[in-house]
């Protein structure tokens, strides 16, 4: 099974930590930009015949934001170009301020499944200083609109001002309202984005209070009934993200539209991130991949072991022997000596232990190979 990625780069206006490929003074290339999308997938028809899809994540930008007729013909040029498992998952994202009644019934109708709405905090205060479009209140007609419909709502740490009762106020309001998965992302401030000025400035939570905000939202979490399966992501039993499980597990994906990316047959491309360029090439009947690189084996295991680790199952052992040839346990019987406090060794799987999950990254990076040149 393989998943689809289709990056909708339009929004109403930019939120200040975000730095992906996102233009909020082009809706008005919608239009020609979904064309492009439809026959870029047909570009790629033949080369994928023999994928079978079992889901189609509609992302961005705001994919909400466009007119949901293009979202229908979307779906169905997926569904004509490619083979799509019967049940597959097909997620779109939403922002809480750009949706209604008849958006969701159309999205509903051409066989939209799963939505993903950015609630981000429940303090209209703190959605206003990072530049969310929505209030509280949109969030919640939002919640309404997807009552009894399979929706997960993303929830931000580490944002200006916010308080751990915050977050937790933040987790019950997406939990009450119906959502049965949750996201929790620590803020990120990337350099060039306009939330780095208050990074510098020393105007966010610092590191350790932003581990207390996550520690007290994985416990709330757990309390009202949602299992955490990766550092961030959060599920009633039955509802993870079948496509971000593909991620984690090393699986294939293609992607269509700007700066979507693919890994297919150990090989992983970008698109362009300028539209222009992505108009001409597509236009063109060329594709718009900007980079290119055959993932070699080495970088095959990094990646196997970097994603399981992020997830609460962890690495399979039988898994990485049957893919690599090699016993993990054996190979880094000294790092994983040197990382037992941190790390849970059975028969069948390596695991990062629950209360050090928030700090993977520092425990990945031992069993990477190219931290052995460093």
Not at 10 to 36: G, H, W
């Amino acid at each position: 099974m393989a998943g689809i990625y289709v990056h909708i780069p339009f929004c109403k206006s930019k939120c200040s930590y975000c730095d992906f490929a996102s233009f909020p003074d082009k809706l008005c290339f919608a239009e020609s930009y979904m064309a492009c999308v439809y026959r870029e997938m047909a570009m790629r028809k033949d080369e994928l015949k023999n994928y079978v899809f079992d889901t189609l994540y509609i992302g961005g930008g705001t994919p909400s934001v466009i007119d949901e007729q293009y979202i229908a013909m979307l779906v169905a040029a997926a569904k004509k170009n490619f083979k799509l498992s019967e049940n597959a998952e097909i997620t779109i994202e939403m922002n809480p301020g750009t949706v209604s009644a008849g958006k969701i019934a159309l999205y509903e109708k051409c066989g939209i499944n799963r939505y993903s709405v950015g609630l981000q905090t429940a303090v209209d205060s703190q959605l206003a200083d990072v530049g969310r479009i929505h209030t509280l209140k949109d969030y919640l007609q939002c919640a309404k609109l997807l009552k009894g419909k399979n929706f997960s709502a993303d929830v931000m740490i580490g944002l200006k001002g916010q308080s751990v009762a915050d977050v937790e106020k933040t987790i019950e309001t997406a939990a009450y309202s119906g959502a049965n998965h949750i996201s929790m992302y620590a803020l990120s401030a990337e350099d060039g984005t306009p939330i780095y000025t208050d990074y510098l400035n020393g105007e966010l939570p610092d590191s350790d209070e932003v581990a207390a905000m996550y520690e007290a939202g994985v416990k709330k979490l757990k309390s009202l009934g949602y299992e955490r399966y990766e550092v961030s992501n959060f599920a009633k039993k039955g509802f993870e993200s079948r496509h971000n499980l593909n991620y984690w597990r090393r699986g294939e994906y293609i992607g269509f539209g700007v700066a979507a990316s693919s890994c297919i047959n150990n090989v992983r491309f970008t698109n362009t991130f300028d539209l222009d360029e992505y108009f001409k090439c597509i236009l063109s009947n060329r594709f718009a991949v900007i980079n290119s690189e055959e993932i070699d084996k080495k970088g095959q295991q990094d990646e196997f072991i970097m994603l399981a680790l992020r997830t609460s199952t962890g690495l399979d052992l039988k898994e990485y022997t049957r893919l690599f040839g090699e016993d993990f346990v054996e190979k880094f019987a000294a790092k994983l000596e040197k990382m037992q406090e941190y790390v849970e060794v059975s028969q069948d799987f390596v695991r990062i232990k629950d209360e050090y999950l928030f700090i993977q990254n520092s425990i990945i990076i031992e069993f990477l190979e190219f931290n052995d040149a460093i």
